[in-house]
């Protein structure tokens, strides 16, 4: 069992900028590829960013491409999401979420992620 924590969300104005964490307790952190989602009110959850387990390949929805990065720590068992220049379009819960011990190593569906944490909440205004 993994459990995921992520910490980070808040309210900031358009153009500024917003670090998320994702604390992960449980098994082989390193073993599992990590991904961040969101979902804004009345829409889908959406793919935002991934990150493989060793942490060498990263990648993005095209519309945070150059604006979000995620990283790494498979030392502390975190994963981060560093995201600038926020519009009001990116207000949504996010979310953390993780593969399976040896699973997909580079998934973007919500279905080939197993463990999801609860959700912070980021708020961008205009």
């Known amino acids: 069992q993994v459990q995921l924590v992520e910490s980070g969300g808040g309210l900031v104005q358009a153009g500024g900028s917003l670090r998320l964490s994702c604390a992960a307790s449980?098994?082989?952190?390193?073993?599992?590829?990590m991904g961040w989602f969101r979902q804004a009110p009345g829409k889908e959850r959406e793919f935002v960013a991934g990150i493989t387990r060793n942490g060498g390949t990263t990648y993005y929805a095209d519309y945070v491409k150059g604006l979000f990065t995620i990283s790494r720590d498979n030392v502390k068992n975190t994963v981060s999401l560093q995201m600038s220049s926020l519009k009001p379009k990116d207000t949504a819960v996010y979310y953390c979420?993780?593969?399976?011990?040896?699973?997909?190593?580079?998934?973007?569906?919500?279905?080939?992620?197993?463990?999801w944490g609860q959700g912070t909440q980021v708020t961008v205004s205009s």
């Open positions: 449980g098994r082989a952190f390193s073993t599992r590829a």
């Open positions: 979420a993780a593969t399976k011990t040896w699973g997909w190593d580079t998934p973007r569906a919500g279905s080939e992620y197993d463990y």
